[in-house]
């Protein structure tokens, strides 16, 4: 299914108060959207998917068949207020009614709401007993030219929605300063067992970043962001088959079998060069690859590419166009994959946080080693060494990103999302 444009103004506006937050935001932003009319859920709690991060079949997609996130994303970053091993029966059951009664007051999906609970490492290492069937490192730097913050927060809360009164009503409602939401009675908050220590947002979706793109650190005058962009590089990304499957990322055994792990990074973008300097073919050769340039396959933000950034197709082996001077992005993250599929699952967002153009990768994977796999694909120290390309140099778009900040989660499969126990007790 489709959605339908809302306006730009209106999103913009939105945009705005989701990133401002609290009640004066909520209040003018249901002024706002007062015409949106947001369903309630049309399927019982119980009636839920095994998985959290199990999005994809209830969101809208583009007629090539490629998921279109929510636009507007909201990231809680968690700590528990209590000193020791988090393991009340009360505080459980206040938790996972609080995450109930979301369920209950938001039908499922980008014209309602979309969220997932994650734990941190920090999380764990409260309990005596070590995390069972599954590796959640703590974050660590991943290239040898970043020195990112180290987040530690106990839990992560995302929200997603197309409309900002959703993602700030949820918010509000888990903050305890609701009584109702979406005409559903509160029963329960996170009052009591955790506060908010950490509060990003952002959005995705054609037109949006070109709609708050002036005055925003990063991004040089003139309003270079094309209108049919998605993100504020101005390419889209995402494609069906440039995607891990919701299958393919989920932990098959163990005690969080149904789950997943996440690894969340905050990219700083300095765009000056790429819209000021770079000619558009360039910008496509760092993002595609040299053979999308040479062949002009790209229109636009690349919406005409269908349902695959085609770079499996049409490009060379990434050593070898490394060493004719330029390798693109997408080339490079295409290495990375098992029996021909991409590992990862991107679920991530651009963000003025800040007042700077940040973009908040967000991806699901089985492990976070396959994370780990990803990024050095990603980064091709490998390519650096044996051709004309730099470090970050004509290396893909690494050039364009410093990288501000790392943290790695583990989602629960649903039934142990309120304060999971790191074993199968």
Request: with cysteine; net charge negative; aromatic share 8%.
């Amino acid at each position: 299914m489709d959605r339908p444009d809302r306006g730009i103004s209106r999103r913009a506006f939105v945009r705005s108060a989701v990133a401002i937050g609290g009640a004066s935001a909520l209040s003018a932003c249901l002024q706002r959207e007062a015409t949106e009319n947001v369903p309630q859920a049309t399927l019982a709690p119980d009636e839920f998917p095994d998985r959290q991060h199990a999005w994809n079949e209830f969101l809208a997609t583009d007629d090539d068949g490629n998921v279109l996130p929510p636009e507007h994303h909201l990231l809680l970053g968690l700590e528990y207020v209590g000193d020791g091993p988090a393991d009340a029966t009360d505080e459980r059951e206040q938790l996972e009614a609080a995450f109930r009664t979301l369920e209950k007051a938001y039908k499922r999906g980008n014209d309602g709401l979309a969220f997932t609970m994650a734990y941190g490492p920090a999380y764990f290492d409260r309990f005596d007993d070590d995390l069972t069937g599954v590796d959640l490192p703590d974050p660590t730097p991943l290239t040898s030219f970043e020195d990112p913050d180290l987040n530690e927060y106990d839990a992560l809360l995302h929200l997603a929605s197309d409309y900002g009164k959703v993602t700030l009503s949820a918010e509000e409602a888990m903050k305890g300063n609701l009584e109702q939401l979406n005409g559903i009675d509160v029963e329960g908050t996170f009052d009591g067992v955790f506060e908010v220590a950490d509060r990003r947002s952002g959005f995705i979706g054609r037109g949006l970043p070109a709609d708050n793109q002036s005055g925003v650190g990063g991004i040089p005058d003139g309003d270079p962001v094309p209108e049919d962009a998605p993100m504020f590089m101005g390419f889209k990304s995402g494609f069906k088959k440039t995607q891990a499957s919701e299958d393919r990322v989920t932990i098959q055994n163990g005690p969080f079998a149904g789950g997943t792990t996440l690894h969340l990074s905050k990219l700083k973008l300095t765009l000056g060069q790429w819209y000021d300097q770079d000619s558009r073919g360039q910008r496509v050769a760092k993002m595609f690859s040299p053979a999308h340039n040479a062949d002009d396959l790209v229109e636009g933000a690349g919406h005409n590419l269908g349902d695959s950034s085609r770079v499996t197709e049409v490009s060379e082996d990434a050593a070898e166009v490394a060493r004719k001077g330029t390798v693109g992005h997408a080339q490079k993250a295409a290495r990375a994959r098992e029996d021909g599929e991409p590992i990862i699952l991107r679920r991530d967002f651009d963000s003025t946080n800040d007042d700077w153009a940040t973009t908040h990768f967000l991806s699901l994977q089985r492990s976070i080693d396959d994370f780990v796999k990803t990024r050095e694909a990603m980064t091709g120290t490998d390519l650096a060494k044996s051709s004309s390309v730099g470090t970050r140099t004509n290396n893909g778009i690494l050039q364009y990103l410093t990288v501000q900040s790392r943290a790695n989660y583990l989602v629960p499969p649903r039934e142990r999302r309120s304060l999971p126990v790191p074993t199968s007790t």
